[in-house]
Antibody, heavy 112, light 111 residues
Framework: EVQLVESGGGLIQPGGSLRLSCAAS????????MSWVRQAPGKGLEWVSV???????YYADSVKGRFTISRDNSKNTLYLQMNSLRAEDTAVYYC??????WGQGTLVTVSS | DIVMTQTPLSLSVTPGQPASISCKSS???????????LYWYLQKPGQPPQLLIY???NRFSGVPDRFSGSGSGTDFTLKISRVEAEDVGVYYC????????FGGGTKVEIK
């Protein structure tokens, strides 16, 4: 059974950093493209970042230069390192496997 | 960047009646591998999005057959043949031919 479990969210001050994790089971992270998608309160879905099986990474313009996506094949886990956080980064962050499977999400709140 | 435009923004449907949602992309979603990378999701309140349809018209595992997808190139449609109370939520289309982009969402409620 495919499972994705996000963790690492929380309340952080503007300018701070957080690292989100997405622990996967039932499949191999490195064999699929994996994405982070976020949803601000009351808003729609916004793609944040993707890592393809070959290792290529891409980012939405809104997070480019501040966020880094990565994976640890030995732990079968996806990460999102978020630096220089802003209030507008406040959202539920979901990891997803190739668009088919999604985790339950982790809430990131950026506020002083 | 590919822009995905969904209509309508909201829909109020009587149980048992059909419903239809449109999604238009700014570029063709047909890949050179012959597949068209258009997906449909339903997000129920307080839950993550759940995949309904992948590659235009393929129902995901466990999705009732009252949901169907159609279209090609840049124009796509999700149809619910007979809306049930459990179908309420926000529906999104998504493309994955060029990174990922979501439509703005269509909120479906029951009359």
């Amino acid at each position: 059974e495919v499972q994705l479990v996000e963790s690492g969210g929380g309340l952080i001050q503007p300018g701070g950093s957080l690292r989100l994790s997405c622990a996967a089971s039932g499949f191999t992270v490195s064999s699929n493209y994996m994405s982070w998608v976020r949803q601000a309160p009351g808003k729609g879905l916004e793609w944040v970042s993707v890592i393809y099986s070959g290792g290529s990474t891409y980012y939405a313009d809104s997070v480019k230069g501040r966020f880094t996506i990565s994976r640890d094949n030995s732990k079968n886990t996806l990460y999102l390192q978020m630096n220089s956080l802003r209030a507008e980064d406040t959202a539920v962050y979901y990891c997803a496997r190739a668009g088919h499977y999604w985790g339950q999400g982790t809430l990131v709140t950026v506020s002083s | 960047d590919i822009v995905m435009t969904q209509t309508p923004l909201s829909l109020s449907v009587t149980p048992g009646q059909p419903a239809s949602i449109s999604c238009k992309s700014s570029q063709s979603l047909l890949h050179s591998d012959g597949k068209t990378y258009l997906y449909w999701y339903l997000q129920k309140p307080g839950q993550p999005p759940q995949l309904l349809i992948y590659e235009v018209s393929n129902r995901f595992s466990g999705v009732p057959d009252r949901f169907s997808g159609s279209g090609s190139g840049t124009d796509f449609t999700l149809k619910i043949s007979r809306v049930e109370a459990e179908d309420v939520g926000v529906y999104y289309c998504m493309q994955s031919i060029q990174l990922l982009t979501f439509g703005g969402g269509t909120k479906v409620e029951i009359k």
